[in-house]
Structures are given as structure tokens and as C-alpha cells.
């Protein structure tokens, strides 16, 4: 074992994989109506040109964009409380081991080991407290950079990029 990693899943866990989660990536429905309304927005310059003028197109448009901007606001609020509200029947607590080839998790409460070969690992991201790694199946594995009770976070990190992931 290499490294090895425990915490246990608080408020500010969920703040930090939601945001993520929600913010950092687009999701498919996002992508459609952005599309979506640039296509419309391209339709009704094109059509009306002599009926509206562009700075009305244009400020209608950023309006679509600060709708989406407030449903994704409301989607990581939600998301955040009801983790929290999940976490608060029984906290879970998590442990975590990485080896040569692989990463192996174990939630302590539910007795459920995991274990995922580092080529199913597509991305490593990084926050303020917390390093994910991400698989192809969109599961967030977490490590708490405060809580390596084997090796430490910067360790870690030149271990994954040696491995060959960037942050």
C-alpha cells in the first residue's frame, strides 16, 4: 500500500463535490438549450433583422444565460441539502487505499469495498480540501488532503503525475 486516506463525509465534503459536480462541467441538457437558443437566437436575426434590434437580441440572450446560471445556482443548493440531510441519519466514514495499480475503497458504516484499476481513472481534480478522482463511470473518488494517514497529499499528487494525470 502506497497511500492510504480516512475521513468522513461532512457539509463540506458535499459543497465541494457538488460544486464541482455542477459547476465545472456542462451537462447534456445545458449543452441543448445553449445550443438551442443560439440557433434561435441566429433564427430570429436572420428572420427579423429589420423588425428587432441586436442589442434587444442580445440582451434576451444573456437573460437565457442567466436563467441557466440560476437553475444550476438552485440544482447545487438542493443537491448540497440533501446529501447533508442524507449524512445526518448516520455519518459515513471513509477509507481509502491506493496501491501500484489500483485504488481501493471501503466505507466503514456499510462495509463496502471497492476496488478500481487506475485505467478506469479518467481525470483528477482538485479543490481546496479535497482530491477526486474521477472514473469512467462518473464516480467521485475522494480524498481528503488533511486526512492521509499514509504518505501526504503532495506525495499523491506527483504519484498521479507520474502516472500521468494533470489536475
Known amino acids: ?11 463540506e465534503f458535499h459543497k465541494e463535490y457538488c460544486f464541482d459536480y455542477y459547476f465545472k ?3 447534456a441538457m445545458e449543452g441543448r438549450i445553449i445550443n438551442l437558443s443560439i440557433l434561435l437566437f441566429c433564427a ?11 442589442p434587444g437580441l442580445v440582451l ?4 437565457v444565460a442567466g436563467i441557466i446560471c440560476a437553475m444550476k445556482m438552485i440544482r447545487y443548493k438542493r443537491a448540497v441539502k440533501a446529501r447533508c440531510r ?6 459515513t466514514e471513509m477509507k481509502t487505499a ?20 487506475f485505467d478506469k481513472i479518467k481525470k483528477v481534480v482538485k479543490t481546496k480540501n479535497f482530491i477526486f478522482l474521477i472514473t469512467e463511470a462518473q464516480l467521485y473518488i475522494a480524498f481528503k488532503k488533511d486526512g492521509f494517514v499514509k504518505g501526504t497529499s503532495e506525495e499523491f499528487l506527483s504519484f498521479l503525475f507520474k502516472k500521468g494525470y494533470r489536475c
Request: with cysteine.
Open 86 to 91: 442524507q449524512e445526518m441519519a448516520g455519518s
Open 98 to 117: 491506493v496501491t501500484c495499480d489500483r485504488v481501493i475503497t471501503y466505507d466503514v458504516n456499510r462495509q463496502i469495498k471497492e476496488e478500481f484499476p
Open 1 to 11: 500500500m502506497l497511500f492510504a486516506n480516512q475521513f468522513t463525509y461532512t457539509g
Open 25 to 27: 462541467r456542462v451537462s
Open 60 to 63: 434576451s440572450y444573456l437573460v
Open 44 to 54: 430570429v436575426v436572420w428572420i427579423f433583422s429589420d423588425m428587432f434590434t441586436v
